[in-house]
């Protein structure tokens, strides 16, 4: 079945640190890719999507690139803040034939240290 | 505009009791989803609506589990007989229909605890 594997927290970083969260998938069509943020307290929120291979979704400073080739949609930022901590979640969403649902992995916690 | 918006926001209960968890979506959002996060976990999808038919309810995990959405706009997941293992947080979303690419806004879920 689809599925995403993401890497595993917690992660810990110093503010303005580089940030790079790995995200892999299966899938048996052609997935969109999203990565959802979960502040605390908060709901999950999309933060950047993709749609098709080679489509780079970005937001907030943070991008990430939909390669079909190693079936990945890692999640990077250059400079991370201590507003960035949060829960950081990789997902692919299908539709076939009226069936549509996101598949989520793991998530992965996000700290930033001042 | 209003999100999507979920009641109660906690629920406790005992082992074997029935439960309802109510979901409303952005008003107009003609497609909603229901997804149970367990701690620790991702979301993982229980059903899927578009208007007031369920065309998609391959995630309930047993016959226990149940939702409606009579007149196309708020739905309601029943769950009978709960047992511990359904304690989770219960995670509504909606979209518009023009699209099934369309972003799925979330709620803020209801935690649900089985004593």
């Known amino acids: 079945g689809d599925s995403v594997t993401q890497m595993e927290g917690p992660v810990t970083l110093s503010e303005e640190a580089f940030l790079t969260i790995n995200c892999t998938y299966t899938?048996?069509?052609?997935?969109?890719l999203f990565w959802y943020v979960q502040y605390p307290g908060e709901g999950l929120q999309l933060l950047l999507k993709a749609t098709k291979a080679d489509d780079k979704g970005s937001n907030k400073g943070f991008e990430a690139t939909y390669r079909k080739e190693t079936t990945s949609f890692h999640l990077e930022k250059g400079s991370v803040q201590v507003s960035d901590s949060a829960v950081y979640f990789c997902?692919?969403?299908?539709?076939?034939?009226?069936?549509?649902?996101?598949?989520f992995g793991t998530g992965t916690r996000l700290t930033i240290i001042p | 505009g209003a999100g999507v918006s979920q009641t109660p926001s906690n629920k406790v209960t005992e082992k074997g009791k029935y439960v309802e968890l109510r979901c409303d979506p952005i008003s107009g959002h003609t497609a909603l989803y229901w997804y149970r996060q367990s701690l620790g976990q991702g979301p993982e999808f229980l059903i899927y609506f578009q208007g007031t038919g369920a065309a998609d309810d391959s995630g309930l995990p047993n016959d226990r589990f149940f939702a409606v959405r009579p007149e196309g706009s708020v739905s309601t997941l029943k769950i009978q007989r709960t047992e511990r293992g359904d304690s989770a947080v219960y995670l509504c979303?909606?979209?518009?229909?023009?699209?099934?690419?369309?972003?799925?806004?979330f709620g803020p879920g209801t935690r649900l605890t089985v004593l």
């Open positions: 899938a048996t069509g052609y997935p969109s």
């Open positions: 979303a909606s979209r518009s229909g023009r699209s099934a690419y369309n972003e799925q806004f």
């Open positions: 997902a692919l969403f299908l539709s076939n034939f009226g069936n549509e649902k996101l598949t």
